[in-house]
């Protein structure tokens, strides 16, 4: 039986080269020892996968770069990379007002704002009904929280229990207001005021949400809550 293959083997090495011989002989082992498996779903394509927006399935550690040959998810679909979606202002920098009637005619270059006129105050409480001065925001956004701008009548039951659960629920006003001064608070104001039913917002950064992904939402979060724009101010 062996010698049959060595004569093969002879007959290869003289007409092929050897790295090609290498190749041929190790596609050869994987695939009659069943090697070949499917293709795992990556969940930062929007595929199948802990986290990813299909729904459940198996994660592949394999980068989202390659596609689906490299497990990128279902091969009937062409590869789509993650658009972020944030939105990115200029600083209008982080000057305090001498007075809130001072915010009202201050020109922000956001809406909601994110930098600018603020005021030295913090939020008491949280899912916030009603307006907001824009000064407080900027000084808000500015010590590295998050606020999120929600439309009650355009957000189905499930957004809404997803915001919530994001939503930083302290026990006192004082226990909020602190959470603020270290930057890591998430606050819900309801708005009926911008056209997607949810607008994530950070300092100098705007993220319009049309319709939950979670992916999206937790990279924004990870990115800007808890990483304000240094300053001395209290």
């Known amino acids: ?9 002879a007959m290869l090495r003289k007409t092929l080269p050897i790295p090609t011989l290498i190749m041929i002989l190790t596609a050869s082992v994987c695939l009659s020892d069943g090697a070949v498996k499917a293709v795992m779903a990556d969940s930062s394509n929007g595929q199948p996968g802990p986290g990813g927006n299909g729904g459940t399935g198996s994660f592949s550690p394999m980068p989202p770069l390659f596609g689906s040959t490299f497990g990128g998810g279902d091969q009937s679909k062409p590869f789509a990379p993650i658009k972020s ?9 982080y000057t305090e007002a001498s007075s809130p009637s001072d915010c009202l005619r201050f020109r922000y270059n956001s809406a909601p704002p994110t930098s600018g006129l603020y005021l030295r105050q913090y939020l008491d409480h949280n899912d916030i009904s009603g307006n907001i001065a824009p000064c407080v925001v900027v000084h808000v956004l500015y010590k590295g929280n998050i606020v999120v701008y929600y439309d009650p009548a355009r957000v189905d039951k499930d957004t809404l229990e997803s915001l919530k659960a994001l939503e930083t629920n302290l026990k006192t006003p004082e226990a909020l207001v602190s959470q603020e001064r270290f930057g890591y608070a998430v606050i ?3 708005s009926r005021s911008y056209q997607t039913p949810v607008v994530f917002s950070a300092w100098c950064r705007i993220l319009p949400i049309a319709k939950w992904d979670t992916i999206i939402i937790n990279r924004f979060m990870s990115t800007y809550l808890g990483n304000p724009r240094k300053g001395t101010n209290p």
């Open 1 to 9: 039986m062996m010698k049959p293959v060595r004569f093969i083997l």
């Open 85 to 93: 979606g944030i939105e990115r202002f200029p600083s209008l920098g």
């Open 188 to 190: 819900l104001v309801q």
